[in-house]
Nanobody
Framework: QVQLAESGGGLVQAGGSLSLSCVAS????????MGWYRQAPGKQRELVAT???????EYADSVKGRCTVSRERATNSVYLQMNSLKAEDTATYYC??????????????WGQGTQVTVSS
């Protein structure tokens, strides 16, 4: 019903930058929010950043000032620019979309995940 195609990620040295992209497609009546979560080995999945329909943005405290989330409505895309990366940013990053498929039914949809590895 909803497909999320992620790109970006990879290996970078501490202090470097990476950019992640995600495009949502499929049966999308209305997107409520788009964003990024991450999961490090042995840890729970956690919020990195989200942007909602009204333009409201939420960042995890750990990435504030280092990451910027943005959205392109025309293409149902969401981006994450990450700067000053740290070893603790190493994780699998997942694109998330909360969307209505019709006027009554909504759900949370996830990408396959893209690996970000920061070497110290």
């Amino acid at each position: 019903q909803v497909q999320l195609a992620e790109s970006g990620g990879g290996l970078v040295q501490a202090g470097g930058s990476l950019s992640l992209s995600c495009v949502a497609s499929g049966r999308l009546f209305m997107i409520v929010s788009m964003g990024w979560y991450r999961q490090a080995p042995g840890k729970q999945r956690e919020l990195v950043a989200t942007i909602n329909n009204g333009g409201g943005i939420e960042y995890a405290d750990s990435v504030k000032g280092r990451c910027t989330v943005s959205r392109e409505r025309a293409t149902n895309s969401v981006y994450l620019q990450m700067n000053s990366l740290k070893a603790e940013d190493t994780a699998t990053y997942y694109c998330n979309v909360r969307a209505y498929l019709d006027p009554r039914n909504w759900g949370d949809y996830w990408g396959q995940g893209t690996q970000v590895t920061v070497s110290s």
